[in-house]
């Protein structure tokens, strides 16, 4: 069974979700939801820190791009923190990396 736990905290400027384990199709829809529920709660900066994600399939990149035009259309924006291993490689491979802004002064980053 795949695992995805997803932490929501709300800062003064943003809103973090921290995923800890697997996107794939099994667990898409649960970050679907805390995107949904942020932005239901005028939370409309959002930042997904991903340093504990494991994996990332297809369909969770859909959740992550759906999840920014979400938040785009908003009024804000969805901004991806510590970017790493296998989904650092399938940005960069779809050339989505320019998609999900980095921001030094929010410690956003990206592995280079």
């Known amino acids: 069974m795949t695992f995805l736990s997803i932490t929501t905290t709300d800062h003064p400027a943003v ?4 995923l800890d384990g697997e996107l794939d199709i099994l667990t898409v829809d649960r970050l679907q939801q805390s995107i949904a529920q942020a932005l239901a709660r005028g939370r409309t900066h959002l930042v997904v820190d991903v340093a ?7 369909r969770g990149l859909h959740a992550l791009i759906a999840g920014q035009r979400q938040a785009a259309s908003a009024g ?7 970017v790493h291993g296998y989904l650092n490689r399938l940005l960069r491979l779809t ?3 320019e998609l999900f802004p980095h921001d030094a002064g929010l ?4 592995d280079r």
Not at 15 to 18: D, F, G, M, P
Not at 76 to 82: K, P, T, V
Not at 107 to 110: G, R
């Open 15 to 18: 809103t973090t979700l921290t």
């Open 52 to 58: 504990r994600l494991g994996f990332c399939d297809s």
């Open 76 to 82: 804000g924006s969805l901004r991806l923190a510590y």
């Open 95 to 97: 050339q989505l990396i």
């Open 107 to 110: 410690e956003i980053m990206f």
